[in-house]
């Protein structure tokens, strides 16, 4: 039954797979860079010692770095750790990016990661990349004896700006219970590189938590940033990265570009690049690259009415997290709303007290969010949760995969981290599965049968444990027992019948099963 049932939602997969090309060379045709449209990039992290602020600063400088107007670009970092350890090597990294940036489009730079780009074999060695090099390792260091102490020390706290910020961190102040926090690091029209070129904004925000109030995960995190981000810049396309990705193509927006500003493509509510990653432990034993959940399958999907969204590497329009493209939702206030345009600094009294008040745990009290609005809650994965529900209100989205990968991030790669994530997955998915939003019926009624199958096949993807645990045990117990694992052939028909397509139906199932684990070499 179970390898019938997953059988048959694999096919839908395969109906109509599609592989998109962009020619963001053309662009100018369309629009020039000054009139591309704002970028806000919300970047988020949880623990500074699971995830190291080094790792965050290397992804916030990734994508500052891009060749797309700084002006335009606004990355807001969500610190769910609470962390003033994470706050202090964003302001360094706020001082370093004025060198970066410029140094990286003089040079024109492809690996835009400092970390990636110092390591690499295209290091150049020129004076100039020397000196940045040098810079870099100053502030790694500076930054990871911090970290070793625990805490900021006096002689790091060089003005009242930052002494103010640090204060925040007195007694009481914990993880699970601390004020909201947010630190304008840079801001664009007031701070400058070290040519005298705008840099873009740089926005470091610490919900509050309370024991008390429920923090929903990154999903909170998520419309925490969308909210303050709205306060403050408002822009009309979301960038959406984890701490542990950086980008590895500076044109990645201007691909994403081809999609957006294509009028035909209105209804598309997000951009998915896949979920690339590097360091895999040799031969990829636990099938860590996971190629048919993030890159086989969704080409399948983005022939049907759009991929799903995986968390990481998404680009948005604002407008899909307010109700689908002909129902629009309005948010309580109506600076919140996607066509709200901000007029004043990000660093006005007005915009801080908002930004401040919308980032309380309180606030979501009473109102749409996370329900029918912003990011989803009620599944531990709240990206597959989401851009189901964006697809069924009538979004559509498009997978798109580039030669060169727009992203690198990094994966479990031991048991133990494996085994959680991949619990963690299940429980999420199934969550889906038995609600009220189930693909099955939900899905499939909202956008057709084959979308249907398709989100259900990742829904009840945990029910593989069964036939897998089965197929694990039973030879061994057959043979210690003197008894065939299967049924005894007596007659022709037997033969034809049920044992045959249950083999043929297991084995086309472990097969596909086995292509996860071999996923390398496939
Ligand atoms: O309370 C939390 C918990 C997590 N995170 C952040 O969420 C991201 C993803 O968490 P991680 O522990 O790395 O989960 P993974 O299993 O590696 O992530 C995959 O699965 C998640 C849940 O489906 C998606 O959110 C991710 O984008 C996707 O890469 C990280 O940047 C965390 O810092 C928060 O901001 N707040
Ligand atoms: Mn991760």
Redesign the pocket.
Known sequence: MIFAFMWATTQSFRWRPIRRSVYPENLIQVTRDCDFPKLDVF?????PYK?PPMGVVNTALSVMAYNYPSDKISVYV?D?GGSELTLFAFMEAAKFATHWLPFCKKYKIEDRCPAAYFSSSHCSSTTHAEELKMMYETMKMKVESIIDRGCVGDEHIKTDKQREAFDRWADGFTRQNHPTVVQVLLETGKDKDITGVEMPNLVYVSRQKSKASH?H??A??LNVLLRVSAAMTNAPLIL?L???MYSNDPNTPRQMLCFMLDLKMSKYGFVQFP?RFHGINKNDIYGGENKRLFQINPIGMDGLAGTNY???GTFFRRRAFFGGPSSYVSAEKPELNPNHVVDKSIQSEAVLEMAQSVASCEYENGTRWGYKMGFRYGS?????FTGYQLNCEGWDSVFYHPDRAAFW?D??INLDDVLS?NK??CV?LLEVAFSKYSPIIFGTKSRGILMGLAYSHFAFWGIWSIPVTIYAFIPQLTLLNGVSPFPKVRTLHDVSGSSVTYLNLGSSCMYSFSLDLTSKTA
């Open positions: 970047i988020c992290t949880a623990d995830e969500s769910d923090h995960f990154k909170g995190a959406t984890d701490c542990d979920q995986v968390g990481t531990l994965v709240e990206d597959y991030g994966i479990p994530q963690r997955w999420g």
